[in-house]
């Protein structure tokens, strides 16, 4: 591993431990050189799906990618990078479960919408309306309603399981 420091390419590691539901392995290691420690991680790379764009058009899975699109979506919220990160690892395990070499792009942005709707709901009708591209106040309305009578619904199902215990 080269040093971010120095670019020799010699280090040890120091101290090894799992990260993210034992997905990742992280690392810190020390350079030989310059004596300075640095993290990696480390994890099994993993064959995501293209995304077939809504024009046909294909592109490699972007985590990055789409990390941006949650963050600006979640931007001035009070949500945590781990909630983040934990959206993007929930909607990779569940791409890589489905087994298919290609995926939609209307996949993808349902896949995060179902899940920023339980994370925050100005978040989820941020990206929803960047992702769905509301034509008109009509139908950002609608959704808003759609999201009101979902939350009502949740709300509802707590409080009848917590009557039954």
């Given amino acids: 591993m080269r040093c971010p420091f120095c670019g020799h390419l010699q280090d040890r590691v120091v101290d090894s431990r799992q990260a993210r539901d034992g997905i ?21 790379e993993e064959t995501f799906p293209q995304i077939v764009k809504s024009d046909g058009s294909r592109q490699d899975y972007d985590r990055l990618k789409a990390a941006k699109g949650i963050r600006l979506a979640c931007s001035k919220r009070p949500i945590a990078t781990k909630a983040i990160d934990d959206v993007l690892d929930r909607v990779e395990r569940r791409m890589l479960e489905e087994g298919d070499r290609e995926m939609s792009s209307d996949w993808m942005g349902s896949a995060i919408t179902s899940e920023l709707r339980d994370l925050d709901p100005v978040a989820y009708i941020r990206f929803a309306s960047v992702y769905r591209g509301f034509s008109d106040i009509e139908e950002f309305l609608q959704e808003l309603r759609d999201l009101d009578r979902f939350q009502r619904d949740s709300e509802a199902e707590e409080n009848a399981e917590d009557g039954e215990e």
Avoid: D, Q
Avoid at 24 to 44: D, K
């Fill in 24 to 44: 990742t392995i992280r690392r810190r290691r020390e350079c030989l050189e310059c004596e300075r420690r640095f993290t990696t991680y480390e994890r099994v």
